[in-house]
């Protein structure tokens, strides 16, 4: 699963005035502790040389503030470690960058849509946002502590922070950005506007506990300074919130909508049918049916345990191989996660059910409307098996919904010419401050660069804040 929105919270929790500063720096490691020595000690994190801190640092990221920001705030956690952040974190109202955070629902993204009893891949500890931990949300709700929490606490969790930090005020729930063009003639100073398109309302959060759309005229212009003579590129913002459209103005904007907007087609005949779905659908999975699911990723592994949890039976067709080392089952240690090892165990054919079919290294050439898939190796066989299902459901990734953006800014990828999607087209940043490459003033976070995972992606709010803050000054 790809976890967006928690960037986007991240981002604005720094810009509401709160900076971290160095705290200790026992357990980090030698060379980055030696550096930041030499770094003033008087200073935020944010005003340091961050280039200079995240050179030679080595992890599971390609991003370099990523890896430090990952190591300052959970140091050694790739060891197992649970040593205390190095982090300390001052609020002061004078450090507040005016902004605003937009998105089509409430705050959660990506988690709110799957099934209750799907679990985080990642441990507990991984996703927490800073200065307010999950594991101390989940000690208001005297939960039980796991390593792993299903993807509904997390999405509560994120829901919830925007709250316990007061940074609720920041945030226009339940809009959504309908276009962005850029201006010739600036009138804002210093706001930053994030855009995430994906979040939605599925814990029991209402429209009415968030905040109201910060549309400058409703807010007596505080979001605004004006500016006679400002310099650089802005942007015009048309919002859509409640039958009703705003415009506001802004010098910076973020973009942190992930990569799920399109869903990722086959591209055959009979895919647009209405039993074919592209998002699995628990409403439509009936006991005793059959159903097709295409995909050989998380996604697919959680759409068929559920559908064979609740009595399916499961026609399973995927391009890889099961050797394939880009499987993502090869890439994990399946002893942490049973339920991902028991699908593995039914692809490869180690264990076996009634009520399952693996077809490795094919695809689906075709679906018909009687609900007849045509199904045949990716090697030239010829041989094609007929498969009759109730459902099907093709799970094979996203692509980004970047249509708010004016025709020039759309291709953003490192290819110009496919959409971008989070490992195979991610939008080309500056890896210091995810300013996007020929585009001044347009920054983007999260899956749209390839961070997939909280533990890393919340990296972009550091290195985004970074910038601005040194911008100002």
């Known amino acids: 699963p790809l976890f967006r929105s928690p960037n986007a919270i991240c981002l604005s929790f720094i810009l509401s005035g709160n900076w971290p500063y160095i705290a200790g720096t026992k357990h980090l490691d030698l060379n980055l502790r030696l550096k930041l020595e030499n770094e003033p000690k008087n200073k935020s994190v944010l005003e340091l040389n961050l280039d200079n801190l995240s050179q030679d640092l080595e992890g599971r990221s390609d991003k370099p503030i990523g890896l430090l920001f990952d190591s300052l705030l959970r140091p050694e956690a790739d060891l197992g470690s649970a040593f205390d952040s190095c982090l300390e974190w001052r609020h002061t109202p004078a450090n507040q960058i005016s902004h605003l955070v937009i998105g089509d629902a409430a705050p959660g993204g990506s988690w709110n849509q799957y099934p209750a009893d799907v679990q985080a891949l990642s441990p507990a500890s991984w996703l927490d946002l800073p200065e307010y931990s999950f594991s101390s949300w989940l000690a208001m709700r005297q939960g039980k502590e796991d390593d792993r929490h299903s993807l509904k606490d997390i999405a509560c969790y994120y829901q919830d922070y925007v709250h316990q930090t007061g940074i609720a005020e920041n945030f226009s729930n339940f809009s959504t950005v309908t276009n962005v063009h850029s201006i010739s003639t600036p009138v804002i100073t210093d706001c930053c506007f994030l855009y995430d398109a994906e979040w939605s309302n599925e814990c029991s959060m209402s429209d009415g506990e968030f905040a109201d759309l910060l549309f ?135 264990s076996t059910s009634p009520r399952y079919k693996a077809f490795a290294g094919h695809r689906v050439g075709s679906v018909t409307e009687t609900k007849v898939c045509k199904v045949s190796g990716i090697n030239g066989e010829k041989a094609v098996t007929e498969v009759e299902v109730s459902a099907v459901f093709v799970l094979i990734g996203g692509n980004a919904d970047l249509g708010f953006l004016p025709d020039g800014l759309r291709q953003l990828g490192r290819d110009p010419g496919k959409p971008v999607n989070s490992r195979k087209n991610p939008i080309g940043v500056d890896v210091q401050t995810y300013r996007v490459q020929n585009v001044p003033n347009l920054f983007a976070i999260g899956p749209l660069v390839g961070d997939t995972f909280v533990r890393f992606g919340i990296g972009g709010a550091l290195g985004v804040a970074s910038a601005l803050v040194k911008k100002l000054n």
Do not use: W
């Not at 802005?234 to 869903?263: E, M, Q, R, W, Y």
């Not at 409403?283 to 949890?309: F, K, P, Q």
């Open 216 to 350: 400058p005229e409703e807010k007596g212009g505080a979001l605004v300074k004006s500016n006679p003579t400002p310099s650089g590129y802005d942007f015009k913002i048309a919002i859509s919130h409640k039958n009703s459209t705003k415009t506001i103005f802004a010098k910076n904007v973020v973009l942190a909508t992930g990569v799920s907007g399109f869903p990722e087609k086959l591209g055959i005949e009979g895919e647009n049918l209405p039993f074919v779905h592209h998002r699995f659908k628990t409403e439509v999975v009936v006991a005793g049916e059959t159903i097709l699911v295409v995909g050989s990723g998380l996604c697919a592994a959680d759409a068929i345990r559920v559908a064979m949890n609740r009595g399916c039976s499961v026609v399973h067709v995927f391009r890889k191989r099961v050797s394939d080392p880009r499987l993502i089952f090869n890439e994990i240690p399946l002893q942490n996660y049973p339920e991902y090892e028991t699908i593995f165990k039914l692809m490869r054919g180690k």
